[in-house]
């Protein structure tokens, strides 16, 4: 439900911009131990070659994955996240960019996916603060926090500036589910019981073979008589 919905204001947010705008829409989802930052960058159709250009720097028409990536670094280091006042680093996942002409008829979005690693931190409140400050000419900001996957992290609340280029996220970061503590100690438990079980049997096994050697004499001399 969660990814039908993002790919739903995904497509309402490609449909709804401008065509001399650069719509820049940034999707964050918060872990106990990381952050996931996903970007979609749109260029209207007024923008598309300044963007292609931006990417095509040896000019010969096509994108290549060097200057894929050369690009998609570049708009990660225009990229600020930080944790409770302290910045964190986000580094670059995945990529997916549209060839040229997508881009000419204003339908081209490049996908971003970020990864940044989180301090180890206490239980209770905090704030996670994301700033884009990627072409800022001509470009449209969209900024909005993810439902958290963890039942560890409740999202509190979300603040934008005016346009959009920062938005700052308090969340509560709890213990971990009792559910899951409980699985897995009764994971243990079964493991252990098994365990038992089987050197039990195998002792088991082992008595009623030495039994059955030892009385083996006895029935071949009855035999014999």
Same mark, same amino acid.
């Given at each position: 439900?969660?990814?039908?919905?993002?790919?739903?204001?995904?497509?309402?947010?490609?449909?709804?911009?401008?065509?001399?705008?650069?719509?820049?829409?940034?999707?964050?989802?918060?872990?106990?131990?990381?952050? /996931?930052?996903?970007?979609?960058?749109?260029?209207?159709?007024?923008?598309?070659?300044?963007?292609?250009?931006?990417?095509?720097?040896?000019?010969?028409?096509?994108?290549?994955?060097?200057?894929?990536?050369?690009?998609?670094?570049? +708009?990660?280091?225009?990229? $600020?996240?930080? +944790?409770?006042?302290?910045?964190?680093?986000?580094?670059?996942? #995945?990529?997916?960019?549209?060839?040229?002409?997508?881009?000419?008829?204003?339908?081209?979005?490049?996908?971003? /996916?970020? $990864?940044? $690693?989180?301090?180890?931190?206490?239980?209770?409140?905090?704030?996670?603060?994301?700033?884009?400050?990627?072409?800022?000419?001509?470009?449209?900001?969209?900024?909005?926090?993810?439902?958290?996957?963890?039942?560890? +992290?409740?999202?509190? =609340?979300? %603040?934008?500036?005016?346009?959009? $280029?920062?938005?700052?996220?308090?969340?509560?970061?709890?213990?971990?589910?009792?559910?899951?503590?409980? #699985?897995?100690?009764? =994971?243990?438990?079964?493991?252990?019981? +098994?365990?038992?079980?089987?050197? %039990?049997?195998?002792?088991?096994?082992?008595?009623?073979?030495?039994?059955?050697?030892?009385?083996?004499?006895?029935?071949?001399?009855?035999?014999?008589?």
């Amino acid at each position: 439900m969660l990814a039908l919905t993002t790919a739903i204001v995904a497509v309402a947010e490609v449909s709804a911009h401008r065509r001399d705008e650069y719509l820049q829409a940034a999707r964050i989802a918060i872990d106990p131990g990381g952050v /996931q930052l996903e970007l979609d960058l749109t260029p209207g159709i007024a923008l598309a070659e300044a963007i292609i250009a931006d990417i095509d720097r040896n000019r010969d028409g096509s994108l290549s994955q060097d200057e894929q990536r050369a690009y998609a670094g570049l +708009v990660v280091t225009a990229l $600020t996240l930080e +944790v409770d006042g302290s910045p964190v680093r986000a580094h670059l996942a #995945a990529t997916s960019f549209p060839d040229a002409e997508a881009m000419r008829r204003g339908e081209g979005t490049i996908r971003l /996916q970020s $990864t940044a $690693t989180l301090p180890r931190l206490s239980m209770g409140p905090h704030q996670l603060l994301f700033r884009n400050s990627h072409h800022p000419v001509s470009s449209v900001y969209l900024a909005n926090a993810l439902v958290p996957r963890s039942d560890a +992290v409740a999202v509190t =609340g979300q %603040r934008r500036d005016g346009d959009q $280029t920062q938005l700052t996220i308090d969340y509560v970061l709890g213990p971990a589910p009792a559910t899951s503590t409980a #699985a897995w100690l009764l =994971g243990g438990i079964a493991a252990a019981m +098994v365990m038992v079980l089987g050197i %039990r049997r195998s002792r088991s096994v082992g008595c009623r073979r030495e039994k059955s050697v030892a009385a083996a004499p006895a029935r071949r001399s009855a035999v014999s008589s």
